[in-house]
């Protein structure tokens, strides 16, 4: 899928701004059709954002079910004959989408891009006024990514109709159009997606370009970053495929795509009716047993794990937001971060690939672990539709993100029962669907099970760990760390002879809140703590990361430990530092 842009042929006009907003209390909207007509009794409300914080009461808040979105557009005269397409950023979760009281989409999954051509019913319409209508769903069940169940509670100790949205992952659950919302043309005959792979030899480098297009397509043109034409080919179309196009272009001294030091081309794809300008990079990604090589070059990582989280905005795209959380990695040395749990927007996406930071991408495959010893995968939960949800997504994070340069690795999952057996075909099988859709990128997954317990790491080629030791066991014994980290990593490396990043690792953290001798909670005891894992990260050759948990503050549901959220930010979630802010700024300015 392509990002809408606007050039000499295509236009865009961005539905963001205050949209008309009712809550469906009773989840009865569906069934009463109230996309037929204007919604009434709406209240204003902003996207993108979410909108669970912009409210002052719980029942509004904490809803469950659906709510509606409602905009008016035009489409101007100069659109006429044009092919004419309303996009989606992303809805969490589950949307569906109405314009004029006619369905165009429908989709499951909140942080992945979708949209509907809607030229033929904006052509056949007479209205000069048109209103898309969105019905939106915050539930997560076993069959979407992330999981979660809807859990019911009877008898005398409960209100009648007593249930909430359980889930088992620790951020909120918060729910909106989250990212813009777009209309955009293209000529009726038009590009519709573009995959670009390259190969760098030597003082060469060799574009190749996979173009899905109804136009015909004619020449393909790399254009630096100074604007100039650095190679030039006409274009074939494939012979088994009348819609595909394909071409390999060279050019000489290639500027290749360093972290920190980013360089971008475009690749132009003129049709004969049609022009797009896809952004890449040049660079290589090689894994060996101990080491992640990007150019040729050893690359350890350092940086985050992160959120799309923010007071008021919830996870509402924020551009502000993006450049003062790229300002504070650069300023503390940071080459790269995890998008945890789940796709960040595309707008982020591109100001990584500009700024040169190095990303994880994940898929929002997260709360497939129990902590009590219940089964996830083998009984009714996980289940076949939650596998070919999985898949979905995957294909759609590739889709949406295979051309930046600044992905390096997809992530597969978070934390899952990867100990249970009835894992492992379905881990096998979306491994293989990555692998299947991307053979240019390594592959990972993020485990909270040991060494002894996984089973599904041998088909991965680096192995990321996430670890509490001396928190949430061994609470605040900051003693126990050293010993069993350095066991736990050597078994890793043991048993897989992969590289390792510590892909989190960290303690709730107070801003302000100081003692000596340090305990848990305060400023130091967090410096203490992330110091004893660096101890090991130094001596063991294997690992090739650390991303400390997390890099802000973040709003978890209400939990017996989480008061007002997740603390183990090394920033608070206004982006302020606390003081292992400035331990890590030193340790990681030092490589
Ligand atoms: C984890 C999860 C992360 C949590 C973190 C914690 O392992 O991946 O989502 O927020 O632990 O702080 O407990």
């Given at each position: ?18 949209w008309n907003f009712k809550m469906d209390y009773d989840n009865i909207g569906i069934q009463e059709q109230w996309q037929k007509?204007?919604l009434k009794d709406t209240i204003?409300m902003?996207?993108?954002?979410s909108y669970n914080?912009?409210f002052?009461?719980?029942r509004e808040k904490e809803h469950v079910g659906y709510v509606w979105y409602e ?20 809805a969490t979760h589950h949307a569906t989408v109405w314009?004029?009281?006619?369905e165009?989409?429908k989709h499951k999954?909140g ?22 209508t969105v019905a939106l769903s915050n539930i997560l069940d076993?069959?979407c990514?992330?999981?979660g169940?809807i ?12 249930h909430y949205q ?7 659950n918060y729910s909106g159009l ?414």
């Open positions: 899928m392509l990002y809408p842009v606007e050039n000499k042929v295509r236009e865009v006009k961005n539905l963001s701004g205050i007509e204007p204003p902003a996207v993108p954002s914080d912009l002052t009461e719980e905009k008016s557009f035009v489409i101007p005269d100069s659109w006429n004959g044009k092919r004419i397409v309303l996009r989606f950023g992303s314009v004029d009281g006619t165009v989409v999954g942080f992945l891009p979708f949209e509907a051509d809607i030229t033929e019913m904006i052509e056949k319409s007479s209205l000069e006024e048109h209103r898309v076993w069959t990514i992330p999981c169940e859990i019911h509670k009877e008898g005398p100790g409960y209100p009648e109709g007593f359980e889930t088992y992952f620790d951020f909120y989250h990212r813009p919302v777009k209309l955009y043309t293209t000529p009726k005959k038009y590009i519709e997606n573009i995959v670009i792979k390259t190969e760098i030899k030597e003082n060469e480098a060799v574009v190749k370009a996979l173009i899905t297009s109804t136009d015909e397509i004619r020449v393909v043109k790399v254009v630096d970053e100074a604007g100039n034409i650095v190679s030039e080919k006409a274009v074939e179309k494939c012979l088994n495929d009348e819609n595909k196009w394909y071409v390999e272009t060279e050019m000489k001294e290639p500027h290749l795509w360093n972290p920190g030091a980013a360089y971008l081309y475009q690749l132009k794809v003129e049709g004969e009716n049609d022009t797009y300008a896809e952004q890449f990079g040049l660079r290589t990604i090689e894994v060996t047993d101990k080491a992640f090589l990007i150019n040729g070059k050893e690359f350890y990582f350092q940086g985050f794990g992160k959120h799309e989280d923010s007071d008021v905005h919830g996870k509402g795209m924020d551009e502000a937001l993006n450049i003062r959380d790229f300002n504070l990695l650069k300023w503390m040395g940071a080459n790269s971060f995890r998008t945890s749990h789940y796709p960040y927007s595309e707008e982020l996406m591109m100001l990584a690939d500009r700024e040169g930071f190095v990303v994880i991408d994940e898929v929002p495959a997260v709360g497939m672990c129990f902590w009590d010893g219940n089964s996830v995968f083998a009984g009714n939960r996980v289940n076949d539709d939650t596998l070919e949800h999985h898949k979905d997504m995957l294909a759609d994070m590739y889709n949406r993100d295979k051309n930046h340069p600044c992905v390096m690795m997809w992530s597969v999952a978070n934390e899952a029962a990867t100990h249970e057996e009835e894992a492992v075909p379905y881990f096998k099988e979306v491994i293989e669907t990555m692998r299947s859709l991307d053979d240019t990128r390594p592959v990972t997954m993020v485990h909270t099970t040991g060494p002894d317990g996984d089973k599904v790491s041998q088909w991965l080629d680096v192995i990321c760990v996430n670890r509490y030791y001396a928190w949430y066991t061994d609470h605040s014994h900051l003693e126990v760390i050293g010993l069993q980290l350095e066991n736990e990593m050597n078994k890793w490396y043991n048993k897989y002879h992969k590289p390792i990043i510590m892909s989190e690792y960290g303690a709730d953290t107070i801003a302000g809140y100081h003692k000596t001798p340090a305990v848990a909670f305060t400023e130091e005891f967090q410096c203490m703590y992330m110091n004893e894992f660096h101890k090991i990260f130094d001596k063991l050759d294997f690992m090739i990361g650390e991303h400390p948990w997390a890099f802000a503050d973040f709003q978890t549901k209400q939990g017996l430990n989480r008061v007002d959220g997740n603390k183990k930010g090394i920033f608070t979630r206004n982006r302020q530092p606390k003081m292992s802010a400035y331990m890590l700024k030193e340790r990681w300015s030092e490589n």
